[in-house]
């Protein structure tokens, strides 16, 4: 160990684990995070016996002095533990504050222990407990932070299943796509998009194409651009494209961004749009008491 | 440029095409605030889309931090970015300038959608551009 302001805590922890083990399942349970409704006692106490374990390597081989560093080497066991507990936890529906204080709750068994052990050595004990404290802060911060990267990470998740969802090419009619955008196109999804529609266009044998911006809220050039460049791929490929639901708004932007949109054919509307791919593949929609 | 008018609202880090998302959307979210209408809204966004994307693009990614200001009414965004720096500024705002094969009417498109356009760079040490939108 190279510093030793926590030497009396790593003697208790060894000497005494099960008293702390004990004590701070009861402090868990005297909280309310102990939680027995989600987990076992067994379970409970699994949990927390092998967090306490893992404390003794970090404290047995780490600094805990000025210079502890909860992402250093010694410390992988420990974090590797309280990954394990906060997932397991979060997954079964506990807080995040919930979290932190069942990790705090270790707090009060070892003041306790350290209180008995250096009554007459107020100086030792206040540098004991100031510098254990820091470590167990610390793991309730880690804890936190693990909580926010799975959020993360379930967030970016969700965000991956949207693109996908949201690049459907649907058949309007024979010979006719129909290709709603929604949301933001960036290169990566601009290119799934063109694939899809290049391929579907292919294996229906289609004519015309509506590609329909109703969904997008915001065209830039990046955005200008790729649809442009979808327009020319779905020509090479003998169709016809056509950009729909551009607004009012997008018109106006577009003109001041100075986006010109060439020869490709663009409609206000995906209703007037359909109508006018349909007259090109020969079909009409007429009212039945009229024909 | 001087200080920006009105209060800091956010500060985005621009490393990636979302982040610009996210930069845009705020700035559009604090313009509805003051009651923008939308054709303000959607063309100053796609301004802040524009310059975000060269700094993320060109710029190896920078920062955008959005100011708002209710009396005069305005949003600010300054973009920053510690990238090449812009050699030619007047040749960049023409249309069909570009050095990676786009467009080439962000930056022109941008100053023409914003009321207000500063940009600042030096050749080497990176580009600073200012937009305003009043209402």
């Known amino acids: 160990m190279s510093e030793t302001e926590t030497s009396t805590v790593l003697s208790i922890l060894r000497e005494r684990f099960d008293a702390i083990l004990d004590g701070w399942i009861s402090t868990q349970s005297d909280e309310g995070v102990q939680r027995t409704d989600l987990f076992s006692h067994k379970e409970g106490r699994e949990q927390t016996s092998s967090l306490l374990r893992a404390m003794i390597t970090g404290i047995a081989e780490g600094d805990t002095g000025s210079r502890f560093d909860l992402s250093s080497e010694p410390w992988t066991e420990l974090r590797t533990v309280l990954v394990d507990v906060t997932q397991e936890r979060s997954a079964r529906g506990v807080s995040p504050s919930d979290m932190a204080s069942f990790v705090l709750a270790l707090k009060g068994p070892i003041f306790f222990q350290l209180q008995e052990l250096l009554a007459d050595q107020a100086g030792e004990l206040v540098e004991e407990i100031f510098f254990i404290s820091r470590v167990i802060d610390a793991f309730a ?52 998009v063109m694939e899809n529609l290049l391929e579907t266009i292919l294996q229906r044998q289609s004519e015309v194409v509506i590609v329909d911006l109703t969904g997008v809220q915001t065209v ?41 949109v060439g020869e ?28 | 440029m001087s200080v920006p008018e009105g209060a800091l609202v956010s500060v985005c880090v621009l490393l990636r095409d979302r982040d610009v998302l996210h ?52 949003v600010t965004v300054v973009c920053r970015d510690k990238g090449p720096g812009i050699a030619d500024v007047d040749a960049a705002l023409c249309d069909g300038f570009s050095t990676a094969g786009s467009m080439g009417r962000g930056l022109g498109g941008a100053r023409r959608l914003c009321d207000q356009m500063e940009i600042e760079t030096t050749v080497g040490k990176g580009t600073c551009v200012t937009m305003v939108a009043r209402l």
């Open chain 2, 23 to 74: 930069a845009r959307r705020v700035a559009g979210q604090e313009l509805e605030k003051l009651g923008a209408r939308s054709v303000k809204k959607t063309r100053f966004v796609t301004a802040v889309s524009e310059i975000g994307r060269n700094a993320v693009m060109h710029g190896g990614g920078g920062e955008a931090r959005i100011y708002s200001q209710v009396h005069p009414p305005c």
């Open chain 1, 264 to 291: 490709v054919t663009t409609r206000s509307t995906i209703r007037t749009g359909l109508a006018d791919a349909l007259n090109r593949v020969g079909y009409e929609i007429v009212h039945k008491a009229k024909q």
């Open chain 1, 220 to 260: 830039d050039t990046q955005v200008a651009q790729h649809m442009l460049r979808m327009a020319s791929a779905v020509r090479l490929m003998g169709a016809e494209c056509i950009i729909s639901g551009i607004s009012p708004t997008i018109a106006q932007t577009m003109v001041q961004l100075g986006v010109d």
């Open chain 1, 141 to 192: 911060v880690y804890c936190t932070e693990v909580f926010i990267a799975e959020r993360d990470r379930i967030i970016e998740q969700q965000r991956d299943q949207m693109q996908e969802l949201s690049t459907p090419v649907v058949e309007l009619w024979d010979k006719v796509l129909t290709l709603p955008l929604i949301g933001t196109m960036d290169s990566a999804r601009a290119q799934e």
